[in-house]
């Protein structure tokens, strides 16, 4: 339902389909970061809130992006080996247009940076698989979270705000060691093996190896040719998730499947801050050791914890036995 008669519904749906903000989501963001706002609300811990605060981050808004995409049927590939063009670009893209609006949102914010960004995905529905494995035609939604923030001490390219799935606590890291992030870097490759198993005896799968690994190589490859461009001399945080799994072959009375291996990876990029540190590192506390004895307590101390009285008393119930057994042999 619009918010009022003035809501142009068709002029919404056309900026989501140039891959921009619908006109509600600006709405939103003039509200809680506009100069009418009374709080800002965040996906930060209370420790990442306090830590950001202390590198020079001011936390102004909760940001996020989704996108639902479709990804069109694919050629037939019985009988080939290699990447599936169409499902790795799709998820590429998907990727993107999440990551897009993320930044659209903290633009209109006026951030210079958005921090803690989360990336979930979710497969919506799934094509036919007909020929072996997924033919395309499948919907898939990846939306990202994460918390707009304000600091000057941020080098921004294009004066476009810094994105990174780093946490306030590594954000802060960064900042005391002269460090800082330069962008979000991300990628994913679909490989596709025609008959993975040649026959039925045991033996490695090098097939399978070696699908990993071309895979791997493509999505390292992107990620690096993004860092660079970013202006990165590290990549951190690197979350690297490689999924296998069997598909039918396709062939009417094949008993041989195929094989499916999708590698994603996300990341962030830093680089050092010209004339180094920001501030001198806070003191380390002293290493701080309680009382309880080292190691994995047994289930009856859990039990029992620090109350000795059992014991004492079970000691002297058995002293009194023992004595009353002796006096009365005698």
């Known amino acids: 339902m619009p918010r009022d008669a003035n809501f142009d519904l068709d002029q919404s749906i056309l900026e989501v389909s140039r891959g921009r903000l619908p006109l509600h989501a600006r709405e939103r963001l003039q509200e809680v970061a ?12 209370v420790s990442e809130f306090l830590l950001v605060q202390d ?13 639902i995409y479709h990804i069109g049927k694919i050629p037939d590939y019985k009988g080939a080996t290699g990447v599936i063009d169409t499902i790795s670009d799709g998820h590429r893209q998907a990727r993107a247009l999440a990551i897009s609006r993320l930044a ?8 210079d940076a958005v ?23 499948e919907i898939i939604e990846f939306t990202v979270i994460g918390t707009a923030v304000s600091a000057s001490w941020l080098r921004r390219a294009n004066r476009k705000a810094v994105l990174t799935d780093l946490s306030g606590q590594d954000v802060w890291t960064l900042y005391q060691e002269g460090f800082q992030p330069t962008g979000l870097l991300f990628d994913f490759c679909r490989y596709h093996v025609w008959h993975v198993l040649k026959g039925w005896s045991s033996s490695v799968i090098d097939a399978a190896g070696d699908a990993v690994d071309q895979a791997r190589i493509i999505v390292t490859q992107n990620v690096q040719q993004q860092a660079r461009q970013l202006g990165a001399e590290f990549v951190v945080g690197n979350d690297l998730k490689i999924r296998a799994k069997e598909v039918p072959c396709g062939f009417e009375g094949c008993e041989l499947n195929d094989l499916d291996v999708d590698v994603s990876w996300f990341a962030t ?26 190691g994995r307590a047994k289930a009856d101390d859990l039990l029992d914890g620090d ?3 059992r014991e004492v008393e079970k000691r002297a119930e058995e002293m009194e036995k023992a004595a009353g ?4 042999g005698e």
């Open 34 to 45: 506009g100069p009418q706002r009374q709080l800002f609300t965040s996906d930060l811990s």
């Open 269 to 294: 990029g830093i680089a050092r801050l010209p004339g180094g540190p920001q501030k001198r590192p806070h003191d380390i506390p002293p290493l701080i050791l309680g009382m309880n004895r080292l």
């Open 104 to 111: 659209q949102e903290a633009e209109l914010v006026a951030a």
């Open 55 to 67: 590198a020079g981050c001011k936390p102004i808004a909760q940001v996020m992006g989704c996108s």
């Open 115 to 137: 921090v803690g960004v989360r990336l979930d995905e979710r497969l919506i529905t799934t094509g036919a698989r007909g020929k072996g494995g997924d033919d395309g035609d």
């Open 325 to 328: 057994g002796e006096g009365g």
């Open 307 to 309: 109350d000795d009285s």
